[in-house]
């Protein structure tokens, strides 16, 4: 899905050109960083300087949500909420429950926000968005990067204590994070929008792997890296909880449900059940976004009756591992 511009077709985060049948999604537009002190980009950090916009369906941007409320950024990084459902405008600010308007300039659609920063702008219009307020641009829209802004940057004006990026335990989360981005992150949608039998089956082989690796992984412990919680179980779990709900059926991986590997679904339950996690996952904006939304993968936009997924099940990984 997309809008229109002038006359130009853009995509969403979901679509991307396909060649020889398989995905690939392009870098995001907005590169810059808010440090403590402003030094390189010239963003420096303070309070109610920022602005974050968000869809809740958007896995990409669920993750920014969960490090801002993991960091208690809550009063020092305002946020707007898109609607669930995109189609010729893309994402809007339309009125429905979960939405926040746009506080800045009033937009009634995403791209209006864009042009805002750059009136010239005809690049792909995502989630999150990172707003400067102080500029009137658009600092960053990249959320593996706002995720490390949001874990240092604000550290010194109040920030809940926590470094969900260690430099002892960098270079295994680096590792764990590009295999888990490639094949899982972005796997289910390789797996969704393949255009040809042989690209489908490379990203589903890919993507079960990759489950069946973190199975094994999580079968003696309780996080991805480490005994603590870090960037990488940030960055998996809006794709796990998205897995049974939508990607099982929606983007075609079939093999299995999430609720059958009992470690990963144990995993997902046991981040479920901390605040950050549970407070930003909307099952209905998740739900009626992908389905609603993804002509291309559901041409009538038919919104199918959900299966239970209990995330409040028991589990016993606190007690095990903790």
Not at 21 to 44: C, E, H, I, K, N
Not at 65 to 77: H, N, V, W
Not at 92 to 102: C, N
Request: include cysteine.
């Amino acid at each position: 899905m997309g809008h229109m511009i002038d006359g130009t077709w853009h995509v969403d985060e979901q679509l991307a050109r396909l060649e020889l049948g398989r995905f690939q999604r392009p870098p995001s537009a907005f590169r810059r960083r808010v440090t403590a002190d402003g030094r390189d980009d010239g963003f420096p950090a303070e309070p109610g300087r920022y602005h974050l916009y968000v869809s809740l369906a958007c896995p990409w941007a669920h993750r920014t949500l969960i490090m801002r409320a993991l960091k208690g950024l809550e009063s020092l990084i305002t946020v707007s909420v898109v609607h669930w459902a995109m189609l010729d405008q893309g994402w809007t600010f339309e009125p429905g429950p979960g939405v926040v308007p746009d506080p800045i300039h009033g937009a009634r659609a995403l791209h209006e926000v864009y042009r805002h920063a750059d009136p010239r702008y005809t690049g792909r219009v995502t989630v999150p968005v990172l707003w400067d307020r102080r500029t009137g641009t658009i600092v960053n829209n990249e959320s593996a990067e706002i995720l490390r802004m949001f874990n240092g940057a604000f550290d010194a004006l109040g920030a809940r204590p926590g470094n969900y990026y260690p430099a002892a335990l960098r270079t295994e989360i680096d590792a764990v994070n590009d295999r888990i981005y490639h094949t899982l992150n972005n796997g289910v949608y390789r797996c969704g929008f393949a255009a040809t039998q042989e690209a489908y089956d490379e990203a589903v082989a890919q993507l079960f792997d990759t489950l069946d690796w973190l199975e094994e992984r999580l079968a003696g412990q309780r996080y991805l890296v480490g005994n603590a919680l870090t960037e990488a179980d940030i960055r998996l779990y809006p794709t796990l909880a998205r897995f049974d709900p939508v990607y099982h059926s929606h983007f075609k991986c079939m093999r299995q449900r999430l609720v059958e590997f009992p470690n990963l679904w144990g995993y997902t339950r046991d981040l479920y059940q901390q605040p950050a996690f549970r407070a930003t996952t909307d099952f209905e904006h998740i739900r009626r976004h992908y389905y609603f939304s993804q002509r291309k993968v559901n041409p009538l936009g038919i919104v199918p009756i959900a299966y239970r997924v209990d995330f409040d099940a028991p589990h016993d990984r606190a007690q095990r591992f903790g």
